[in-house]
Antibody, heavy 117, light 110 residues
């Protein structure tokens, strides 16, 4: 089945770090831009970052620049998001999302990140 | 960059049509034909319903249509059905490989 599966979420203290992973199945992962999109419980969607197919281009929303790093390993069909200096405002569900035809056409189920002391 | 503006709620009776607006600026919605719409049911991941302003992915019913005029995009759901009750989000490319989402509209089928 064509899908994206996130993992790595959990509870972390303010100022801490967390690394999210996303595994891709049944499609040519290395041909697609991939994004991370976040959503606070009961709130709207916010784009976080994306990376081009070979990993040479990375883009971030201003609020995470310098704290989050997106990366990928095409040999492992995997995407990562290293999150440092986390604050309570980073508490969200994080979705791994495939980009295609200038839209987000395949979403993972999401992984919850809770930043709390 | 600010989020796109959507009405927080919309509603209609079964069989009726409802239109949800999405207002951006001349730097995002008005500048690119890269507006997409997503449906999200409670506890589920979003689902792509419309891409490139008005195109429907395979499997999306033709009851869903969309358009754009200037800085405002619109999603119309015709022949409302109970399963259409969900949150709907618009999204636009904002240039410099930056994406903007709307705040979301909760569609209620009365």
């Amino acid at each position: 089945e064509v899908q994206l599966v996130e993992s790595g979420g959990g509870l972390v203290q303010p100022g801490g770090s967390l690394r999210l992973s996303c595994a891709a199945f049944e499609f040519t992962f290395g041909r697609h831009w991939i994004s991370w999109v976040r959503q606070a419980p009961g709130m709207g969607l916010k784009w976080v970052a994306n990376i081009n197919p070979d990993g040479s281009q990375k883009n971030y929303v201003d609020s995470v620049k310098g704290r989050f790093t997106i990366s990928r390993d095409n040999a492992k069909n995997s995407l990562y998001l290293q999150m440092n200096s986390l604050s309570v405002e980073d508490t969200d569900v994080y979705y791994c999302v495939r980009e295609s035809f200038w839209a987000f056409d395949l979403w993972g189920q999401g992984t919850m990140v809770t930043v709390s002391s | 960059q600010s989020a796109l503006t959507q009405p927080p709620s919309a509603s209609g009776s079964p069989g009726q049509s409802v239109t949800i607006s999405c207002t951006g600026t001349s730097s995002d919605v008005g500048a690119y034909n890269y507006v997409s719409w997503y449906q999200q049911h409670p506890g589920k991941a979003p689902k792509l319903m419309i891409y490139e302003v008005s195109k429907r992915p395979s499997g999306v019913p033709d009851r869903f249509s969309a358009s754009k005029s200037g800085n405002t995009a619109s999603l119309t759901v015709s022949g409302l059905q109970s399963e259409d009750e969900a949150d709907y989000y618009c999204c636009s490319y904002g240039g410099s490989n930056y994406w903007l989402f709307g705040g979301g509209t909760k569609l209620t089928v009365l």
